[in-house]
């Protein structure tokens, strides 16, 4: 059906089209950073370690058997080791490789690219001011970004007005900045980009089980409001997946 061509296009391995149109990896572009810069003078929140959070051993098997999509939240504060544990859980660095030229993280990547920004709507955490953190994954610290006065309603209205987000004390919303996997891979980067996107989003889940957390994914949202809640263009950096995170509601 052509008005589903585009979007079936974008699922389809184009890499045989890069001998045609070689990435700016191949013309000799220089890369662009592994993550978002920040100020020199930026407030970094420092964060616990985030083995601390995890319990002692885990059934691997019973966390994969249990994990579910979670829509009600606690209202009990979440904890910053909480925080942080799932901060590294998405997008944690276990080393930078080759000079600089790529991270190796807890999550796969095409190329280990890892085109995404991470931050934080922390509406409820102990620890932490309310307001929207982004992750410098290389210092594993957190950047203040905004403070919206009424940060719960924002980010509610930001995803199509979902009541269950309002509730949620703590909301990660991930950005892609698709020029880190465009330099390597071209026109055949947004495929890996929307494969990286899943990677990351499972290990969410995976990390709420084993913490005893609720989470679901969400990619129902207003992407003007959601882009203009963290600050982004629209075009170099854009929200493609959202998460709330809270206590279950038992």
């Not at 059906?1 to 013309?27: I, V």
């Not at 929140?45 to 051993?57: G, K, Q, Y």
């Not at 940060?151 to 990660?172: I, N």
């Not at 949202?221 to 038992?250: I, M, S, T």
Request: proline content about 8%; charged content about 20%.
């Amino acid at each position: 059906m052509t008005r589903f061509a585009e979007g079936r296009k974008l699922l389809k391995a184009r890499f045989m089209e890069l001998r045609e149109q070689p990435s700016d990896y191949r013309l000799g572009v220089p890369q662009p950073p592994l993550e978002k810069p920040h100020p020199a003078d930026a407030l970094l929140v420092d964060l616990p370690d985030p083995r601390a959070a995890f319990p002692p051993a885990v059934d691997l098997f019973a966390l994969l058997e249990s994990r579910r999509s979670r829509r009600e939240f606690s209202p009990d504060p979440l904890r910053l080791e909480q925080i942080s544990a799932l901060l590294w859980a998405t997008q944690g660095v276990i080393s930078v490789i080759r000079d600089g030229f790529a991270t190796l993280r807890t999550v796969p990547s095409g190329g280990s690219r890892h085109p995404f920004e991470t931050y934080v709507a922390a509406s409820n955490v102990d620890g932490l001011a309310p307001g929207i953190y982004r992750y410098a994954a290389l210092k594993h610290k957190l950047i203040p970004v905004s403070n919206p006065p009424d940060l719960a309603t924002s980010v509610m209205d930001a995803c199509m007005r979902q009541e269950f987000v309002f509730t949620a004390p703590a909301v990660f919303l991930w950005s892609a900045v698709p020029y880190r996997s465009e330099w390597r891979y071209g026109v055949a980067a947004h495929k890996t980009i929307a494969q990286d996107s899943g990677h990351l989003c499972q290990n969410m889940y995976i990390a709420c089980e084993a913490l005893g957390l609720s989470t679901v994914a969400i990619g129902s949202y207003d992407q003007k409001l959601a882009d203009e809640l963290l600050g982004l263009d629209g075009d170099e950096e854009f929200v493609v997946y959202v998460a709330p995170v809270g206590w279950r509601n038992h």
